[in-house]
């Protein structure tokens, strides 16, 4: 299929022909949501116009270090929340990787959380940058090139969370009730913190309607809280919000 074809709505626009690339990044997308993982590909994925090769996939901790191990690619797009512990815990493993002294794998985090505990805990583990998903397709393929460089990347207010933590040599506390909760319970109080209704939720996180549900009743047991309007005092307390 010629660049027209595939791209038919830039042409009647009066855009000019994308010129090919000559940077090349060899790309991992590491995310448990197949259709985001599909949408991505098919926005970055357009190696002779963005030069991104994206050469694995994966959904849980398990299948990234797999994959990851396998294809040695330049970046690693992953997500914070993950099956089988998190981001952080992808990061763990592949720590030898990150290290190595020839061509080293860079990980630049792609989440729908823009919670500071999340940008601070996968910036500890290793990674390059931290990017929400509200990140246009053009800001990520640059973002990839920039961490392949061994660039940092952020995507604008997370950047303050970082110089925040590394200014501090203070650990955070520890909050033994928000450690009861899953990352996926996390993010599920956040949203309902900030007013989100069960349906804007569940499109957000790509979940139904019914596991948000599941999620907040879960919520509400473990912090031993009665109704949304008491966990929202009680996030907005923690300035989880």
């Not at 110089?163 to 319970?185: G, I, N, Y």
């Not at 349906?199 to 509400?220: D, W």
């Amino acid at each position: 299929m010629s660049d027209e074809q595939a791209r038919p709505d830039a042409t009647e626009a009066g855009e000019p022909a994308a010129e090919p690339v000559d940077r090349h990044a060899r790309v991992v997308l590491v995310d448990d949501h197949r259709m985001f993982r599909t949408g991505v590909q098919a926005e970055i994925g357009r190696t002779e116009t963005t030069g991104v090769e994206v050469v694995g996939e994966a959904a849980d901790v398990d299948q990234a270090v797999t994959v990851i191990t396998a294809t040695r690619p330049e970046v690693v797009l992953l997500d914070v929340h993950l099956p089988g512990g998190g981001g952080v815990e992808v990061l763990r493993r592949c720590a030898p990787l990150m290290s190595a002294a020839d061509n080293p794998v860079r990980f630049l985090a792609l989440s729908v959380s823009d919670a500071a505990e999340d940008v601070i805990g996968v910036i500890r583990g290793g990674a390059r940058g931290y990017v929400t998903k509200t990140i246009t397709g053009t800001d990520l393929v640059d973002s990839v090139f920039r961490v392949q460089d061994g660039d940092a990347v952020f995507s604008p207010r997370l950047a303050g969370f970082v110089l925040d933590a590394f200014a501090s040599t203070d650990a955070p506390p520890v909050d033994e009730d928000l450690d009861r909760l899953t990352q996926r319970e996390r993010e599920v109080l956040r949203l309902i913190a900030r007013g989100y209704a069960y349906k804007e939720i569940a499109k957000q996180l790509f979940i139904s309607v019914k596991t948000v549900e599941s999620h907040v009743s879960a919520v509400l047991r473990k912090l031993q809280l009665s109704n949304r309007h008491e966990l929202t005092r009680w996030a907005t307390a923690r300035r989880l919000v």
